[in-house]
């Protein structure tokens, strides 16, 4: 497999979905903000796991496409919204003007609820034009991890948890629900898409949880020991801002250690998918060996 | 039929269902804000018609809950983020604090966004425990009337029109998605619940679009007729907002007259479903004929 080919194929089929399902319409507005800004330089992480897994699994990955988009969606409604000047008031993103600096504040929320609800949309209309129950399983798995049990309880918490040092459970359930939930409910839709039993759910929930905590203490461990120009934004911003990270609560020692075990640990679990699932294993390895 | 009693046992069924989606788990701050302010002193206008739409077709109402539960939750989100600061700035509603003066900016948001996500969980929780596509295609229709072709983009042109007099479409539009949309959507879902055909899902559509449009005109006659006490909120603050109405842009009169016309047809139009739609016939009268 010529990797980076399959990859940028990938990439490109998603971008094309994103942007017919963002075809402005009236008002343009709320199609253009989230086009312009929230989906600018994005890694496309879980519309590429969600395909992925569900080829893992043995289906085909066209049949995921749509809800790649829609995960894609509630992402990056969650980036516009946490972007907000009454959440972590970021002017920046990806080195542009995040949504709300670009457009207003208005309508920075008004684009994130509309990509959360046009995420959902997506999800139920592939439900019902495809007539199969189990496109309905793949939006209640993604939407019990984006809500507050997931996401947004974690969103929750970490604010409720800045300018004091976090404790280890407390981090724990942050990185779990802010990173972890969405890759975990990016595999197991893609999974349930593919027809996967539930001992295989029951694998990628495992695959998932474990690849979010590496790819997390990774960004904590690259915050510390990267350069600004390697990792493309402030080097030391967390300690700076007053967040508690894995390195701060566990130590750079144990973070290094915690973050190669659960590393070596995806990937043997993603092996045993063999063929089929060799894209998946290769971009997970990228991804959590990443250096920016 | 004794209606009142009837109208308060549903009411009561809703408040039991909504305490139960919203029965604070950890954090409790997301489950606490939403309870506490966001459904204060509401009417449980669009989860009694949900019901009231599925029985009219000759359904279950109970088997219409979970969703009408789900569609007061989505309601209730488009409130506590139409109130921030950055939008309508509102800092009471109903006589209480919103729910960003009540807790907080930040938490408001994250509230909004909870209800939202949380709404579709429900219903998509139900279709696959009901194991029927029928509700999947419930939930379709919810979405899309609630979202950027709904009452999201009214809300954006909404926004984009203040401070200018909308013109005759414009304001349509704005009365069509923001008012009418969840009504359709309520009505809509509960007749595909119930199990109706395409010709009356139509005549559903066209009842909730004329009752929707019948009922902000009421809303914008009463801003200008009705005396504060009895109105529960200032009179003329629509005026004094410089905000376009059904009679700014109309006339008195116009206003009137339509009012009349669109309340006589959805009363005619309801009265076909017979005894089936007793309860729902009879508590449109009454929301179209509201003093206050």
Do not use: W
């Not at 504040?105 to 990509?115: K, T, V, Y």
């Not at 300018?163 to 939930?181: F, V």
């Not at 029951?202 to 695959?207: Q, Y």
């Amino acid at each position: 497999m010529d990797f980076e080919k399959v990859l940028n194929e990938k990439i490109e089929l998603i971008n094309e979905g994103l942007k017919n399902y963002l075809k402005p319409k009236y008002p343009p507005l709320i199609y253009q903000a989230p086009r312009d800004r929230g989906f600018a330089g994005a890694t496309r992480l879980r519309p590429l796991l969600l395909p992925g897994a569900c080829e893992a699994v043995g289906g085909n990955p066209a049949d995921a496409l749509g809800f790649a988009c829609a995960i894609e969606m509630i992402h990056t409604y969650t980036l516009i919204h946490d972007d907000l000047p009454a959440m972590d008031n970021d002017d920046f993103r990806r080195g542009k003007p995040t949504c709300h600096k670009a457009f207003s504040e208005d309508i920075a929320i008004l684009a994130g609820d509309g990509l959360l609800n046009l995420g959902f949309e997506t999800m139920l209309s592939e439900a019902v034009s495809r007539g199969d129950l189990k496109y309905t399983k793949a939006a209640l798995t993604i939407g019990e991890l984006c809500g507050v049990r997931g996401t947004i309880g974690g969103q929750v918490v970490d604010l409720l948890s800045e300018e004091k040092k976090a404790d280890e459970e407390t981090l724990l359930y942050i990185h779990k629900t802010k990173t972890a939930a969405l890759i975990q409910a990016a595999l197991k839709a893609g999974a349930v898409i593919g027809g996967a039993d539930s001992e295989t759910l029951s694998a990628l929930d495992e695959i998932g949880y474990k690849m979010g905590i590496a790819f997390q203490i990774k960004d904590d461990i690259l915050d510390i020991t990267s350069t600004t120009e390697v990792l493309g934004k402030p080097v030391g911003s967390d300690d700076k801002n007053g967040k508690s990270t894995y390195v701060s609560v566990f130590g750079f020692e144990r973070a290094n250690e915690d973050y190669l075990r659960l590393s070596e640990e995806v990937c043997g679990l993603l092996e045993k998918f063999g063929e089929k699932g060799a894209f998946l294993c290769e971009y997970a390895k990228r991804l959590i060996n990443r250096v920016n």
